[in-house]
């Protein structure tokens, strides 16, 4: 499975645009990008997936650069709400058991 | 369509007791999962299952048992607590849109805590 690194934490201000960039160096040809947020006392929620260039959906976006070793994710006007951890999944080369969640990017949004 | 659901919320055990978390989903996902999150720290696999009769390791395994006789519930076996056991467990069950596209809808989670 692809390592993946973020960054430990990021602090913002409602309104503002907010991008967390995930580093993953060895990604497989077959793997796409996942990215999930969780909220306290909450099991994470997928947001977005991407495979190369960009995807958004009504939540946020996912840039991919054409070499895809890394991604980042763009949230839009973040509101106090959006306070949360945020967690880059890539790919299960070699079978799901390799499925690991990283420590994720600890995102606060102040007023 | 409740999605995932997993019993109970909390829970207090004694070392050596033993107990079953439940989860049930209602999505027809072939593939289920449960983690654990220790304070502060990402989600560790214990087990998962591609489908019913089929299951196998994660990450983390030792001191629990799985069992999936249906394609909805993916219950986790403790047989002898013990406080390292510790920690928040969540059940997912996925979807696949195909290699290394995985999606994954997780419960709320139980939290245990052995004494």
Same mark, same amino acid.
């Given at each position: 499975l692809a390592k993946t690194t973020q960054p430990i934490s990021m602090d913002s201000y409602e309104g503002q645009e907010v991008n967390i960039t995930c580093s993953h /160096? /060895?990604? &497989? #040809?077959n793997d796409y990008i996942t990215w999930y947020q969780q909220f306290p006392s909450q099991g994470p929620r997928f947001i977005i997936q991407g495979y190369k260039t960009k995807v958004t959906n009504e939540v946020a976006s996912l840039f991919i650069p054409a070499d895809r070793k890394s991604s980042t994710l763009s949230l839009p006007?973040?509101?106090?709400?959006? #306070?949360a951890v945020y967690y880059c999944l890539v790919g299960r080369s070699g079978g799901y058991n390799k499925l690991i969640f990283g420590a994720g990017t600890r995102l606060a949004v102040h007023p | 369509n409740a999605g995932v659901t997993q019993t109970p919320k909390f829970r207090i055990l004694k070392i050596g007791q033993s107990m079953t978390l439940q989860c049930t989903q209602d999505? /027809?996902? /072939?593939y289920m999962y449960w983690y654990r999150q220790d304070p502060g720290m990402g989600l560790k696999l214990i087990y998962y299952s591609v489908g019913a009769g089929i299951t196998d390791k994660g990450e983390v395994p030792n001191g629990y048992n799985v069992s999936r006789s249906t394609t909805e519930d993916f219950p986790l076996r403790l047989e002898l607590a013990a406080p390292s056991q510790t920690s928040v467990y969540f059940c997912a069950g996925g979807t696949s849109g195909?290699?290394? &596209?995985d999606t994954q809808y997780f419960g709320p989670g139980t939290r245990l805590t052995v004494l």
């Amino acid at each position: 499975l692809a390592k993946t690194t973020q960054p430990i934490s990021m602090d913002s201000y409602e309104g503002q645009e907010v991008n967390i960039t995930c580093s993953h /160096n /060895n990604i &497989a #040809t077959n793997d796409y990008i996942t990215w999930y947020q969780q909220f306290p006392s909450q099991g994470p929620r997928f947001i977005i997936q991407g495979y190369k260039t960009k995807v958004t959906n009504e939540v946020a976006s996912l840039f991919i650069p054409a070499d895809r070793k890394s991604s980042t994710l763009s949230l839009p006007r973040v509101s106090l709400s959006d #306070t949360a951890v945020y967690y880059c999944l890539v790919g299960r080369s070699g079978g799901y058991n390799k499925l690991i969640f990283g420590a994720g990017t600890r995102l606060a949004v102040h007023p | 369509n409740a999605g995932v659901t997993q019993t109970p919320k909390f829970r207090i055990l004694k070392i050596g007791q033993s107990m079953t978390l439940q989860c049930t989903q209602d999505m /027809n996902h /072939n593939y289920m999962y449960w983690y654990r999150q220790d304070p502060g720290m990402g989600l560790k696999l214990i087990y998962y299952s591609v489908g019913a009769g089929i299951t196998d390791k994660g990450e983390v395994p030792n001191g629990y048992n799985v069992s999936r006789s249906t394609t909805e519930d993916f219950p986790l076996r403790l047989e002898l607590a013990a406080p390292s056991q510790t920690s928040v467990y969540f059940c997912a069950g996925g979807t696949s849109g195909g290699p290394g &596209a995985d999606t994954q809808y997780f419960g709320p989670g139980t939290r245990l805590t052995v004494l």
